[in-house]
């Protein structure tokens, strides 16, 4: 019986450990999150990859409205939010350094000459944004006050910058707002980009992979994705990342 016992243990000691899978979800955002399963898969996806998986531990990323990957993730059904801001969902958890950055901008019509110079520029205009997206003080106040009227017009679900895009192509908005390079990425893969002019309005606030606090490891998952990122930089893998989608670090030297 003892015999046994000992062959028993030893078949189960011999046993694979359980593989680790972390679930990364968000909206389509390339460059930053992009199509799930295809190339490029976004440089977040890719970053994550490269940290994690000699680690053991498998990335699951698919998409989802942002709003409900937020809540996933608060619940602690989802490892982590891909392309958070603190302002969103400042009870997730972030890492203490960006995974990068993104400025807001506007896009319209070519030959429409508009020019966003705060809130007062948008009188009189219809403005397409994705829901639950936030931007600064006096633009956030804009849209929380003419949320439901025909001012603002929200749009949300996996692919809601190119549901914007379609809304002003089709002349239903009059204006939209994205990150800048979301919507230069999105118009150009479209063909688009005869359309429309794009306005720059801000400057970078950081973009992060935000992690779960309902997930024990929620925080060692950030403490390694910070640490595995800054290795890549080190080692100058982050650089290669980076130029398959035209960026560059985001940290200056």
Same mark, same amino acid.
């Given at each position: 019986?003892?015999?046994? #016992?000992?062959?028993?243990?030893?078949?189960?000691?011999?046993? %694979?450990?359980?593989?680790?899978?972390?679930?990364?979800?968000?909206?389509?955002?390339? %460059?930053?999150?992009?199509?799930?399963?295809?190339?490029?898969?976004?440089?977040?996806?890719?970053?994550?990859?490269?940290?994690?998986? %000699?680690?053991? +531990?498998?990335?699951?990323?698919?998409?989802?409205?942002?709003?409900?990957?937020?809540? #996933?993730?608060?619940?602690? *059904?989802? *490892?982590?939010?891909?392309?958070?801001?603190?302002?969103? #969902?400042?009870?997730?958890?972030?890492?203490?350094?960006?995974?990068?950055?993104?400025?807001?901008?506007?896009?319209?019509?070519?030959?429409?000459?508009?020019?966003? *110079?705060?809130?007062?520029?948008?009188?009189?205009?219809?403005?397409?944004?994705?829901?639950?997206?936030?931007?600064?003080?006096?633009?956030?106040?804009?849209?929380? #006050?003419?949320?439901?009227?025909?001012?603002?017009?929200?749009?949300?679900?996996?692919?809601?910058?190119?549901?914007?895009?379609?809304?002003?192509?089709?002349?239903?908005?009059?204006?939209?707002?994205?990150?800048?390079?979301?919507?230069?990425? *999105?118009?150009?893969?479209?063909?688009?980009?005869?359309?429309?002019?794009?306005?720059?309005?801000?400057?970078?606030? %950081?973009?992060?992979?935000?992690?779960?606090?309902?997930?024990?490891?929620?925080?060692?998952?950030?403490?390694?994705?910070?640490?595995? +990122?800054?290795?890549?930089?080190?080692?100058?893998?982050?650089?290669? +990342?980076?130029?398959?989608?035209?960026?560059?670090?985001?940290?200056?030297?």
């Amino acid at each position: 019986m003892r015999h046994l #016992a000992v062959l028993f243990l030893g078949l189960f000691l011999a046993l %694979p450990a359980r593989a680790e899978t972390i679930t990364l979800r968000a909206d389509l955002w390339c %460059p930053y999150n992009c199509e799930p399963g295809q190339e490029p898969a976004g440089y977040l996806i890719d970053l994550a990859k490269a940290v994690f998986e %000699p680690a053991g +531990i498998t990335v699951d990323y698919q998409l989802m409205a942002y709003e409900d990957a937020i809540q #996933a993730v608060r619940a602690g *059904t989802v *490892t982590a939010v891909v392309g958070a801001a603190k302002k969103d #969902a400042p009870d997730l958890i972030f890492t203490s350094s960006a995974e990068g950055y993104s400025s807001y901008a506007f896009a319209s019509p070519k030959g429409s000459g508009f020019r966003y *110079t705060g809130p007062d520029s948008l009188k009189g205009k219809r403005l397409g944004m994705i829901a639950d997206y936030t931007y600064d003080d006096a633009l956030d106040a804009y849209i929380a #006050a003419n949320k439901d009227t025909p001012a603002v017009v929200a749009v949300s679900g996996d692919a809601a910058t190119h549901d914007l895009v379609m809304l002003l192509a089709q002349g239903k908005v009059d204006v939209i707002i994205e990150s800048d390079a979301v919507l230069e990425y *999105t118009i150009e893969q479209m063909k688009l980009s005869n359309l429309f002019e794009l306005n720059v309005a801000s400057e970078g606030a %950081p973009v992060y992979v935000a992690f779960s606090p309902a997930d024990p490891k929620g925080a060692e998952h950030a403490k390694r994705l910070e640490d595995g +990122i800054a290795a890549l930089r080190q080692s100058g893998r982050l650089v290669e +990342i980076l130029k398959k989608y035209g960026l560059k670090d985001w940290v200056k030297k």
